[in-house]
Every structure is written in structure tokens, then in C-alpha cells.
């Protein structure tokens, strides 16, 4: 019996293929296989054949991974990790006409536990378009107040200009490149170096794609802090108005102007003088407007804190002189030398006195203010033709008085002290009726 079993191959072949089929089955009762799934990452490759040919790209889905499902023994799956794979799309193999490129895996680790893995999706759909390269002037937008007393002035950027690349349906919507600059409580200089950021039209700050790429991520600035002071504006004109008109005085659209400079470039400085080449009024019948840019008459280092005030406008007032005509009772002309032997009688009650001047000044004059005076130490008895000064302040002009005869006559020795004690009464009257501004006019009688 056993030389029959030794010498029987077919039994022994059929033994072993019992045990194995044993095996496995009770290999599979305690470790099925089971499948299972990870969230691997998406890698592009050879991006640079659609950039080499003026191309970028965009993934048309929302997700930057994809999902690997594989199937693994169940006391394995655990030893399994994202890691283990690797998902990639490969953009030599995209497909023109609809911009679909396979999502293929690779097992990097524990390939002999690992069946049929497969990507879901299995397709991602790519969109391509122009590159476009654009060179940006750098600009620098300055946000926040200086400390009080103090004002932001112009910064300097280094470099002034940078490339920027992109889609060019995403570069057509950046207006402007360049950095913030935060000056808030600032009180000096300021120096360092900001991101680049892009702007709208309307200088709003807007995200940047991720397709964007610049030449340089940062920027270099320097932003001065200026002191800042409030300038007297001094006015000076020159020349003569036209016979008939005064000059009165100058109204500006700003008495003072606030500028900006270095604190030892200030410190002297408290106003502007206008040259007075600037405000000829040679010959002006009336009002005279002058516009004149201020920022030419400041001294070197010291700027207007806004240049768009830079323009003041200057009224050089001119008005019409008015001639009016004044009564003025021969009572109130104060006799200057007289002598007290002689009595004076004047040939009328009230003389005209013309005036001229400006009627706001002339709505001011009284015949009593004049300040009529009349010499008659040099009259001798007869007749005498009087001539009257007056004391007239700079705002008024003697134009005309009519003319007046003075009769002088010798008195009596019965009348020598009743006539000096009259002189020295008219005397004190006319005293207090002679009040009137410093200064002396004259005009030939009857004018």
C-alpha cells in the first residue's frame, strides 16, 4: 500500500493543490480584500510647453486633488496612506479641441498590497490662453494722517517699474502696479520696503490671481514727513492810479498759505512778500484782478502743502473820488495875527468849500471840521482879499473856495477896550471850531 502511494505522482500533485486551494480559502476568510480610497494631490507637469509658446492656463474644476480608489487586503488598508501615490496630469497630452488632459497615478509606495488603483475624475479639463507681459510704472498709494503739525509729502519707490505676466483676459484688469504706504501718526522720514499690489480704475486695491507672477514681489520706498506752517501772505502794489481815483487798499482770495519743508528751512520764515512788480496800478480807473502762482515766491526747500491752491487771486481796490461842495460860515474861520487895533468885517456870511474825496469819507466831513483858518496879520485898513487854509487829513482834497474880501478899520480910542474884549471872545470861539486832522490845504479863492 505505501509503495503504491510513492509511486502514484497524480495523487501527490492533487494533494498539493488541495492544500493551496485550502490556503487560500482560509487566507481570504480571515483577510478579504476590500477597496478603499484617498484624496491625493494634483501635479501639473510640463507647464513650460504651454508657456514656451505664449500660453498660460487655468484648471477648470474647483478641487486641487483628485480621489484614488484602489482595492487592498483589510488588515493592509491601514498601512496605506496619500503618500503612497502620486496623481499628475501631464499637459503635453492635453487635447486641443476640448482642453481634456488624463489624471494618471503612479504608486510610489507598498505596490505588492495595492490593486487597480484609478483616479476619479479620470479627466480634468483644461483652459488655456495668451500670455501677456506688461511693464507697470510703480505706484505708491499713501494711506493714513501724519501726526498733527506735520504732512505726508512725495515718496520715491525703487525699482520705478515692474513686469507683470498673466492671462491676458486677467492683466487687461490691472490699471495700475505698485505699493501702500501706511503714514499714520507719522512725525519723520519714513523707509522700508512693501508687497506689490495691483489696483482697479479706481485705485481700489484688487486681488491678485495666483496666475499673476511679477518681476519682483517687493518694493523699496522712502516717504518724507514734512513739517508743515502757515504763511502771511504781504502784499505791496506800485504805481499811480488814474487822476480821480484812489487806490483804497487789496482784498486776496487767502490771507495766508500753508506750506511744507525741513524745520530749520522754516524757522525763519513767517511770510511771503508779493513783489510789487506783480501789482502795477499805473493808470486804473477801477478794480484791478491779478491771479498770481504763489509757489514761485517760496523760498528754496519749502513747498505749498497743496499744490492745487498754488493760485491767489488779488483784487487791487480802485474807487472814483466825489467833489462835494461844503457851506462854511465866515464865523467859523479862526483869524490868525490879527491886531487889536484894527476891526475886520468880511464881505459875506458863508463861503463855499469843494472837497473831493471818497463819499464814504466825505458822508464823515462837517463844515466845522475843516479847519478854516485865515492870516490877516499883513491886511492894512481898506480893502483885502482873504486867503483860507485848511486843515485837511490825507483823505480829502481842497478843490475850490469862493473868493472873500476882508474890510479892515482902524478903532476908536472910545472902543479900545470893548473891541479887544470882542477879538479875544471871537478868538476862543473860532479856537473850538478849527478841530480837523493834521495838515494844510490851500486854493486860490473862487476856484
Known amino acids: 500500500m505505501e509503495k503504491k502511494l510513492s509511486n502514484n505522482i497524480g495523487l501527490k500533485v492533487l ?36 508657456t514656451s509658446n505664449g500660453k498660460t492656463y487655468e484648471l477648470l474644476t474647483d478641487k486641487d486633488t483628485v480621489t484614488v480608489s484602489y482595492r487592498v487586503r483589510t488588515l493592509d488598508k491601514a498601512g496605506i496612506s496619500a503618500s503612497d501615490f502620486r496623481a499628475y496630469i501631464d499637459l503635453a497630452d492635453i487635447y486641443e479641441p476640448t482642453g481634456a488632459v488624463p489624471v494618471k497615478i503612479e504608486v510610489k509606495n507598498n505596490r505588492r498590497l495595492l490593486d487597480t488603483p484609478v483616479a476619479k475624475p479620470g479627466v480634468i479639463r483644461v483652459k488655456t490662453e495668451d500670455l501677456q507681459r506688461k511693464s507697470f510704472e510703480i505706484r505708491a498709494k499713501v494711506i493714513g494722517e501724519a501726526a498733527e503739525g506735520y504732512d505726508k509729502g512725495t ?50 486695491e484688487i486681488p491678485t490671481d495666483e496666475r499673476i507672477t511679477f518681476s519682483r514681489s517687493s518694493v523699496d520706498y522712502t516717504m518724507p514727513i514734512l513739517k508743515r506752517k502757515s504763511l502771511v501772505l504781504n502784499f505791496e502794489p506800485e504805481g499811480r492810479v488814474a487822476d480821480g481815483y484812489r487806490y483804497t487798499g487789496i482784498e486776496s482770495s487767502r490771507p495766508s498759505v500753508a506750506v511744507n519743508g525741513l524745520k530749520s528751512d522754516l524757522a525763519n520764515i513767517n511770510s511771503i512778500t508779493i513783489p510789487s512788480s506783480e501789482l502795477n496800478m499805473d493808470g486804473a480807473t477801477g478794480d484791478k484782478e491779478v491771479t498770481l502762482d504763489i509757489s514761485q515766491y517760496l523760498p528754496e526747500g519749502v513747498y505749498l502743502s497743496d499744490e492745487s491752491s498754488k493760485e491767489v487771486k488779488v483784487v487791487i481796490k480802485v474807487e472814483a473820488l466825489e467833489s462835494r461842495t461844503f457851506e462854511l460860515k465866515t464865523s467859523q474861520i479862526k483869524r490868525v495875527g490879527y ?23 466825505l458822508d464823515q466831513l462837517s463844515s ?10 499883513d491886511m492894512v485898513p481898506g480893502e483885502n482879499s482873504g486867503e483860507i487854509t485848511f486843515q485837511l487829513g490825507d483823505a480829502y482834497e481842497l478843490v475850490s473856495y469862493d ?16 473891541a479887544a474884549s470882542t477879538n479875544e471872545s471871537q478868538e476862543g470861539t473860532e479856537s473850538e471850531t478849527s478841530e480837523g486832522p493834521a495838515g494844510t490845504s490851500k486854493a486860490e479863492p473862487g476856484q
Open 15 to 50: 494533494s498539493v493543490f488541495l492544500a493551496f486551494f485550502v490556503w487560500l480559502a482560509v487566507v481570504n476568510i480571515n483577510n478579504p480584500e476590500d477597496s478603499d480610497s484617498k484624496e491625493v494631490p494634483l501635479d501639473i507637469v510640463n507647464e513650460g510647453i504651454l
Open 368 to 377: 466845522a471840521a475843516l479847519g478854516a483858518e485865515m492870516d490877516v496879520e
Open 403 to 418: 473868493r472873500i474880501q476882508v474890510t479892515v478899520t482902524e478903532k476908536g480910542p472910545s472902543a479900545d477896550s470893548t
Open 339 to 361: 491886531h487889536s487895533d484894527y476891526e475886520y468885517q468880511y464881505d459875506r456870511d458863508s463861503v463855499n468849500v469843494v472837497i473831493r474825496g471818497l463819499k464814504e469819507d
Open 155 to 204: 515718496p520715491s519707490v525703487s525699482p520705478n517699474y515692474i513686469n507683470v505676466s498673466g492671462p491676458m483676459s486677467v492683466v487687461g484688469q490691472i490699471s495700475a502696479v505698485g505699493i501702500v504706504i501706511n503714514v499714520d501718526g507719522a512725525d519723520s522720514n519714513l523707509s522700508d520696503s512693501a508687497p506689490v499690489v495691483c489696483f482697479d480704475a479706481n485705485e481700489n
